[in-house]
């Protein structure tokens, strides 16, 4: 679908860090893991310059979802959050299944027995969804992305009490200069919306529940499925399809459906197009992903993942003329180069294990 993810946002909101040789889109819904050699020898199509393509087009898909996602939250003050991730998710099940049907790629069938296994994850994935569209609409989108490092903390300590793993100091010097850019930010930042960050901290315990769910079920689900092996295009398809019932119950929850009779915006073309291109570029990101990491590998993905984040804040700041001080530009700055040195330190530790 399309969340880093931002759920959308945050699918997105793009590239999360890798965890023990696994790289976690998470907002995407999916879970990439190390399969370089598999992928190389499946090759079919020779294209030169294939690492450097499948990285450009990485970058765009992922920083576009989440520039998108804030136009339609805020530019074009859609009050409707669950109704753009429910329609984000509808266009993704829509897409993959006719790729599927036409054999261009290979999905699970969706057993009851896969489906049962996958809903508690699928319950996490939608709350992460919808509370970081919620915060995307109040917190500019460098803030967010600052702010979103606030899950690698709370994924580090999950891992340590759930997996008795154990970091190197690298790592958590990086977490520790994290939270104080987080921190700071908040405080000096001139837009600050206590709504907002309300959600975004939601949306961090619940992406950092999402990555240690999927890895403690993941093998348990592949166990019911009928080749024993789930790749990231029928996670794709479950978590989206799944999450369909779900959010229709939660706009009715919500009391989306009375906003939706009255707003004048699903009467405008311009508007349909840019959510359905929303949607598109969620589904992109799950493509690009995964042909980015098989022509280069989890250490190279990760760390484009974290330089991704600088463009991506600046374009932020820029489109949407957010207002900013030094102080705050500098802790925002301070975050995303944080988010580097941890990517690093991950590395180090990957390579040391």
Known sequence: MGFEVLPLGSRSLSAMNTFENKDNDLETGKLIKDGEKTARSNR??????????????YCISSCSMILINKFVLSSYDFNA??????????????????????????????????????????????????TSMFSLK?????????LKNVTNVITALGEMYLFSKHHDSRVWAALFLMIISAISGGI??????????????????LTASYSLTLRRLMDTAKQVTKSGNLNEFSMVLLNNTLSLPLGILLIFIFNEVDYLTRTPLLRLPTFWFVMTLSGVLGLAISFTSMWFLHQ??????????SLNKIPLSIAGILIFKVPTSLENSASIFFGLIAGVIFARAKMRERSQT
Not at 138 to 146: D, L
Request: charged share 5%; net charge neutral; with cysteine.
């Open 44 to 57: 079919v199509l020779k294209i030169p310059n294939q690492a450097l393509l499948s990285g450009f087009a």
């Open 81 to 130: 959050g669950i109704s753009l991730m429910l329609y984000q998710n509808l266009i993704s099940v829509i897409i993959v299944s006719i790729l599927s049907f036409l054999g261009i790629i290979s999905t699970e069938p969706l057993t009851w027995r896969l489906v049962k296994v996958w809903f508690p994850v699928n319950v996490i994935f939608v709350g992460m969804l919808i």
């Open 138 to 146: 109040y917190i500019n989108v460098a803030m967010v992305t600052v």
């Open 188 to 205: 000096t930042d001139l837009s600050f919306h206590a709504v907002g960050y309300a959600w975004q901290i939601i949306n961090c315990f």
């Open 296 to 305: 280069t590998g989890a250490t190279t993905y990760s760390l484009v993942g």
